[in-house]
């Protein structure tokens, strides 16, 4: 597995948590989810081009 794989995967993991769907993580708001899914995106991205 490569380096950028893992990352997403983890990624993924903590988008899972912060989910305001969660009972710890609905005062929260889409806030965390948010910047969580904005730097998956950029991974994926940085995936695509083979800079990661």
Do not use: C, E, K
């Not at 948590?17 to 910047?35: I, K, L, N, Q, R």
């Not at 969580?36 to 991205?45: A, P, S, Y």
Request: proline share 6%; no cysteine; glycine share 14%.
């Amino acid at each position: 597995m490569s380096l950028g794989t893992i990352l997403l995967v983890i990624l993924i993991l903590i988008l899972i948590g912060v989910f305001p769907t969660w009972p710890h993580s609905m005062a929260w708001g889409y806030y965390p989810s948010g910047g969580v899914g904005t730097i998956i995106i950029i991974v994926v991205v940085l995936m695509l081009i083979g800079r990661l």
